[in-house]
């Protein structure tokens, strides 16, 4: 895959959207969508608080719309993948994904009580006093049959804002598990030929850094 050609190679992407309120923003993502064909935009408000239902759209649309794929990772716009990595990674791992979600996964974790974190969660929203397990929504990987009941089961499940522990709640409904897969970062590394050798994500990249990596001659 190069960032330089259409989105037609054997690995497709698409840029997950909810509402916005610029509407000369609006105007252009309609524009760029009509040329490129790659953005998929719900009615629900744009926030991180919204990420589960912008995540289950895109479950929803890769099932309905993707059949054919044999597997399907969810990222972020500020993470730099190596393709030709995951794709190495899914190969070594394409038994286990069958029933798993691969990436940087935390076995459990005890829930954020402090009002004024990012990943705040009131004992209301999660009574529990751990997470059964969650691979990081930073970048992970399954395969299409889990994605499919994934997105089944979240509908029976009650909507938890924090995407990652909402995957890992819907994970562990189903009884599967999660995989550490090497190389999977959430945290910035800096650019080097690693970009394109051992890594498969790395975080807080910026739009510069990212055409740096992809231009690495290693």
Known sequence: MSPYTGNTG????????????????????????????????EDFMDSYNNLTLKTMMAFRWASTFCQKAEFV??????????????????NQHTDVLQRSVGGFCVLSASPIRDKGS?????????????????????????????????FEISKHLPFFHLEDIFVGLCINKLGYTFTRIG??????????CSYKQSI??????????????WDLKC
């Open 10 to 41: 054997p690995v497709r992407y698409m840029f997950l959207l909810g509402r916005i309120s610029d509407k000369a923003l609006q105007v252009a993502l309609e524009t760029e969508s009509a040329s490129y064909r790659d953005i998929l935009q």
């Open 73 to 90: 990772m969810k990222t972020d716009d500020d993470m730099f993948v190596n393709i030709n990595g995951l794709l190495r990674a899914v």
């Open 118 to 150: 990012k990943w705040y969660a009131s004992e209301k929203m999660y009574p529990h006093r751990k997470y059964p397990g969650y691979c990081s929504g930073t970048g992970y990987v399954t395969s299409m049959f889990v994605t499919r009941r994934v």
């Open 183 to 192: 190389g999977f970062s959430t945290n910035f590394i800096p650019i080097s």
């Open 200 to 213: 498969i994500t790395s975080h807080g990249v910026s739009p510069k850094q990212m055409r740096q990596a």
